[in-house]
């Protein structure tokens, strides 16, 4: 059974950093590309990245490129998204999600169960 | 970067009623489009990728058209479990997938 399992539930004050991570199993790992989506409360999903955990090849969306920084450790097949220094914007539901498809007919087929990140002072 | 907007923004409507999403990208994008429904509180969930092709297990109610710039989501028979909010994402930009604002389906 094809899993992503996130890391639970965070409560950061402002400036400071934060690692996430999303956890695969059931797949071959490296075979597929892990894009990160975030939801803000009563928002829609926002695209900010991906990476291939073979090589950790990452693109990252305009809106987020510098904002965060996205990695993979491939021998324990898991996928990560950090801050550097949080703010409170970045208050949201964060899910990773296995890219799959064929013939460049992409889409987002399984995903983890989300991290809600929270920042508050 | 593609942007794509969808509409309506919400829509109320009634068990056995037939639902059409409406999802527009801002440059042709072929058929590089897939739709996701979110119910309240859970993870989004894969329900059509290129353009028209469902996801193993969705129901059959549920198709997608079009082409190019336009393009549809419609639910023949609304059913009390589609009540939810129905994302269209274009795949055609090399690995950059934004998504639409989303269209909230409520009970009348």
């Known amino acids: 059974e094809v ?6 539930a965070e409560v950061k004050k402002p400036g400071e950093s934060l690692k996430i991570s999303c956890k695969g199993s059931g797949y071959s790992f490296t075979s597929y590309w892990i894009g990160w989506v975030r939801q803000m409360p009563g928002k829609g999903l926002e695209w900010m990245g991906i990476i291939y955990p073979d090589d950790s090849d990452t693109r990252y969306s305009p809106s987020f490129q510098g904002q965060v920084t996205i990695s993979a450790d491939k021998s324990i097949n898991t ?43 | ?24 990208a801002s440059q042709s994008i072929s058929n590089f489009l897939n739709w996701y429904q979110q119910r309240p509180g859970k993870v989004p969930k894969l329900l059509i990728y290129a353009t028209s092709y469902l996801q ?5 109610r549920f198709s997608g058209s079009g082409s190019g710039t336009d393009f549809t989501l419609t639910i023949s028979s609304l059913q009390p479990e589609d009540f939810a909010t ?11 997938y934004t998504f639409g604002q989303g269209t909230k389906v409520e009970i009348k």
């Open chain 1, 3 to 8: 899993q992503l399992v996130q890391s639970g």
């Open chain 1, 79 to 121: 996928a990560y998204m950090q801050w550097s220094s949080l703010k409170a914007s970045d208050t949201a539901m964060y899910y990773c999600a296995r890219r799959s498809g064929s013939g460049s007919h992409y889409a987002l087929d399984y995903w983890g169960q989300g991290t809600l990140v929270t920042v508050s002072s």
């Open chain 2, 1 to 24: 970067d593609i942007q794509m907007s969808q509409s309506p923004s919400s829509l109320s409507a009634s068990v056995g009623d037939r639902v059409t999403i409406t999802c527009r």
């Open chain 2, 56 to 60: 193993s297990g969705v129901p059959s």
């Open chain 2, 86 to 96: 129905y994302f269209c994402q274009q795949s055609y930009s090399t690995l950059s």
